[in-house]
């Protein structure tokens, strides 16, 4: 089943000093690298909820500052880390089990005939694998923090567009789109689609094999349903922004995944309506190769970004990426009349 999840609006200053971060579990290795974070946090602390109170405020110097350090690898050793919410587990969000995505707006809402406001929100869906219930979460205290727009999070673990017969995107969204009706969406798949694609209609067929030995065809034919699922969010005028993946610190993991990641982003650039945010570059290094360690734009402060599995962001990393999107989010919700 996928996760619905929706979150009430609430001031983000309010949710930065009063939600606290997950405590997690930590490896003796990621320990020792929060022992410094956890000493300079009082030090830091102050400038990293300046900035995020000021992201949609429409403080200039700090949405420039997102471009800023993207792809910084720093050394793994004498790196002073502040951690905001040092955790490398899932966010402290109980996810709400439930067959197909209901419709999170009251059925009384006026009709949206005007600029986003706080009587008259955009609505915003937020749809994906494991990647969107990572980054979802923290994305929604963000946007739902402007009170002129609301956000609705549904998520499958290991699911993707490569295997519709374990779980169909396609047919989830074209249900799930019409009962939302959101005005921007934003998708991320690919983490758990390197590998053969299959479709499924009588019976399970594999259409293409592994990314690597099939690269040309693979690349066309993901290319196509991550194409597809595009113009099926984008109808009726929505703004999708499509979430790219990071590579992995395995480099044959990696070889498969920049297939992925290329082919999704041929899709979104054939689409001028889309919005590609780009993961793989800003999880990597100067050298483009995978990364631990990259800056924070809250407060400038290099911070470990992965979790143990080498692949997956943790609690630092989702929120990197979230601001990431929330700037695209903010950009539109302007767009569209927002006083934000």
Not at 8 to 22: F, G, H, K
Not at 122 to 133: F, Q, R
Not at 157 to 166: I, K, Q, T
Request: net charge negative.
């Amino acid at each position: 089943m996928s996760a619905l999840i929706a979150c009430r609006p609430a001031p983000i200053l309010a949710i930065v000093m009063s939600q606290p971060p997950n405590q997690s579990t930590l490896s003796p290795q990621m320990l020792r690298r929060r022992v410094t974070a956890l000493f300079v946090l009082s030090v830091v602390g102050y400038s990293g909820v300046k900035a995020m109170a000021e992201y949609f405020a429409g403080d200039d110097d700090v949405v420039a500052s997102i471009g800023q350090g993207i792809g910084e690898s720093l050394p793994t050793t004498d790196v002073p880390i502040s951690v905001t919410m040092p955790s490398d587990g899932a966010p402290d969000v109980d996810p709400v089990e439930t067959a197909t995505p209901a419709a999170t707006t009251p059925e009384d809402v006026a009709e949206n005939t005007g600029p986003p406001s706080s009587s008259n929100k955009a609505k915003v869906y937020i749809v994906g694998d494991s990647d969107a219930g990572t980054f979802g979460p923290y994305l929604q205290r963000l946007v739902d923090g402007t009170e002129v727009a609301e956000t609705a999070l549904n998520y499958k673990v290991s699911s993707g567009l490569a295997r519709p017969d374990f779980y169909n995107w396609p047919e989830e969204l074209a249900q799930a789109i019409p009962e939302v009706d959101p005005d921007i969406v934003v998708a991320t798949f690919g983490g758990n689609d390197s590998q053969g694609l299959s479709a499924f209609q009588d019976e399970l067929q594999f259409v293409v094999g592994d990314p690597l030995d099939n690269e040309v065809e693979w690349t066309e034919e993901y290319s196509k349903r991550a194409g597809d699922v595009m113009d099926l969010l984008l109808e009726d005028g929505r703004t999708v922004i499509w979430v790219g993946i990071p590579n992995d610190d395995n480099p044959d993991v990696t070889a498969k995944l920049a297939i992925q990641d290329q082919a999704a982003k041929a899709a979104a650039e054939a689409r001028p309506d889309v919005i590609f945010i780009d993961t793989w570059a800003r999880f990597s290094g100067r050298d483009g190769n995978w990364a631990e360690f990259v800056i924070d734009p809250r407060d400038g402060e290099g911070k470990d970004v992965r979790a143990d599995d080498g692949f997956h962001l943790n609690v630092n990393g989702a929120e990197i990426l979230a601001l990431d999107i929330a700037q695209a989010i903010r950009d539109d919700l302007r767009a569209r009349g927002a006083n934000i």
